[in-house]
C-alpha cells in the first residue's frame, strides 16, 4: 500500500489515441508529479504541481497534456503519441515548503503505468 | 552538466553484505535519497543523508562524504527480497531533484 494509486496499470495505445493517466493520492501531500521512467535511464521528471499550481514543465512536448483538478488528483493525457513515448509513467508526491520547494521530504511513488505506443 | 553514476548491474549472495556506490557532480547539494524499486513496483524511499557520515537503519546504512561527491548504500545480511533496483537521487541547490539510472541488485541462493 503506497498512498499513491495509479491506473490504469497496463495501456496500450496507437498513435492517433486519446487516452489519459489517472493519478490520486491519499496521503494529505499538497505536491503531485509525474514522472517517466525507461529503462536503464535515470527517472525523467516530466510536470510538477504545488497546492495545485504547475511549477514545472520540463520541455514536454504538448502531446502530453497535466491536469490538476485538486491536490490530491493528477491526470496526464495523452494524444498522438509516438513509438518513442512508451515507457513506465510514475506519478509522486510529497510535502513541500511554503514556498513549494522541495525540501528533505521524501516522494512517495505509485506503481505507475505501463504504456505501449503502437 | 549535472551527473549521477552508479553501477547498472551487481549480483551477490544471499546472507551476505553488499556496497552499492553513487558518486555525483551537481550544481550545489541540498540532501542524497536512496529508494527501493522492486519490478514491476513503485520506487521506495529508504534514506536521506544531508551531513557526512553514516546513517543505520536496520540491515541498510547509507553514508555520505559530501567533500568527494560519494555516497553508498550498504546491505547487510542480503535477502532474496533484497532483489530490486535501487536508485540514487541528489537534490541540487534548486531543490531539482538529480537522478542516477539505477543499480539492478541480483540476489543468489
Known amino acids: 500500500e503506497t498512498g499513491v494509486t495509479q491506473t490504469p496499470r497496463h495501456l496500450v495505445m496507437g498513435m492517433t489515441n486519446k487516452k489519459s493517466l489517472k493519478c490520486e493520492q491519499h496521503?494529505?501531500?499538497?505536491?503531485m508529479y509525474w514522472y517517466k521512467q525507461s529503462a536503464k535511464k535515470p527517472l525523467e521528471l516530466m510536470f510538477v504541481y504545488n497546492f495545485k499550481e504547475q511549477t514545472e514543465n520540463n520541455s514536454v512536448p504538448s502531446r502530453f497534456s497535466p491536469e490538476c483538478p485538486n491536490s490530491s488528483h493528477l491526470f496526464l493525457h495523452l494524444h498522438t503519441l509516438q513509438p518513442e513515448d512508451s515507457a513506465l509513467y510514475l506519478c509522486?508526491?510529497?510535502?513541500?515548503?511554503?514556498?513549494?520547494?522541495?525540501?528533505?521530504?521524501?516522494?512517495?511513488f505509485g506503481n505507475g503505468t505501463r504504456l505501449t505506443v503502437t | 552538466g549535472q551527473n549521477i553514476d552508479q553501477p547498472t548491474e551487481m549480483t551477490a549472495t544471499e546472507g551476505a553484505i553488499v556496497q552499492i556506490n553513487c558518486t555525483y557532480q551537481?550544481?550545489?547539494?541540498?540532501?542524497l535519497f536512496w529508494y527501493q524499486q522492486h519490478a514491476g513496483e513503485a520506487p521506495t524511499f529508504l534514506s536521506y543523508?544531508?551531513l557526512d557520515g553514516l546513517e543505520e537503519k536496520g540491515r541498510f546504512s547509507s553514508f555520505l562524504s559530501r567533500s568527494k561527491g560519494y555516497s553508498y548504500l550498504l546491505l547487510k545480511e542480503l535477502q532474496m527480497k533484497d532483489s530490486a533496483s535501487y536508485l540514487c537521487a541528489v537534490m541540487d541547490s534548486n531543490y531539482q531533484l538529480i537522478w542516477g539510472a539505477g543499480t539492478k541488485l541480483i540476489i543468489k541462493p
Open positions: 509522486a508526491s510529497s510535502q513541500t515548503g511554503v514556498r513549494g520547494e522541495e525540501n528533505s521530504s521524501p516522494l512517495h
Open positions: 496521503l494529505g501531500h499538497n505536491a
Open positions: 543523508n544531508v
Open positions: 551537481t550544481s550545489g547539494f541540498n540532501g
